[in-house]
């Protein structure tokens, strides 16, 4: 089975590098320098159904993008794992790129074999279900139930599905508040983007995304819109 990952990298030698590194592996490597065509690429590819692009290695220097922006657009709009690549060491950068949601962070100079050792563990997480012997871990509210620490939802009918980590997040933040409502400002700070302002509409996205996997419907909402205050989660 292949596994399609997208590198966004401008170091030439280091693209040549990694696709050699995995060239006769199951990871087939896709190439934007400039990641301006990243989101588009990922979403396009989910968006067929076939052979979607499941993880991405996102440099944070790049000529036409800020890449800790890129990973959490990827992070927050798109299903897939993320690995923050970078030549800064700093615990700042490294929380940094962590707090906009990646699954990663890895520094430059690349190890090859530690790349790919880390991109193996995120493809599992991503692809793992929760097993029988740790199901009494699940947080259980209403007519739904989430594991804390593999990201899995399991629905009112039963299906299982891996929320990305700022899905997950956000769902906390309300199961953490359930009864009241949470402002948009505080879901915000959740997921690691604390100067959140009226325009940006990253937490209205990820609330409609986790409607949809919770099969809201218009007679019973999960996830209720308290007008003028924000977002709350409802038992009834």
């Not at 012997?133 to 259980?140: F, G, P, R």
């Amino acid at each position: 089975m292949s596994i399609n990952v997208l590198l966004v990298e401008d170091d030439e030698l280091l693209v040549k590098r990694i696709e050699n590194h995995f060239t006769g592996t199951e990871f087939t490597i896709h190439v934007d320098t400039t990641g301006s065509n990243a989101l588009p690429m990922v979403q396009a590819s989910q968006a067929t159904g076939q052979q979607p692009i499941q993880l991405a290695i996102v440099d944070i220097v790049l000529p036409e993008q800020d890449g800790l922006m890129l990973a959490r657009e990827l992070t927050t709009l798109t299903e897939i794992g993320v690995i923050v690549l970078s030549s800064r060491d700093s615990q700042s950068d490294r929380i940094a790129g962590l707090a906009q949601g990646a699954d990663d962070y890895i520094c430059k100079p690349v190890d090859l074999l530690e790349l790919e050792l880390r991109m193996r563990a995120v493809y599992k997480r991503l692809n793992g279900s929760a097993s029988q012997e740790d199901s009494t871990e699940y947080i259980e509210y209403a007519d739904f139930k989430l594991h804390p620490d593999n990201r899995t939802l399991v629905t009112a009918a039963g299906e299982e599905m891996r929320l990305t980590e700022a899905e997950h997040k956000v769902l906390i933040c309300l199961i953490a508040n359930a009864g009241k409502a949470t402002s948009r400002e505080k879901v915000s700070e959740e997921i690691g983007q604390p100067d959140w302002s009226p325009t940006d509409r990253t937490v209205d996205v990820l609330i409609g995304r986790l409607r949809k996997k919770l099969g809201d419907e218009k007679e019973q909402k999960r996830i209720v819109t308290v007008r003028g205050k924000g977002y709350m989660l409802s038992s009834s």
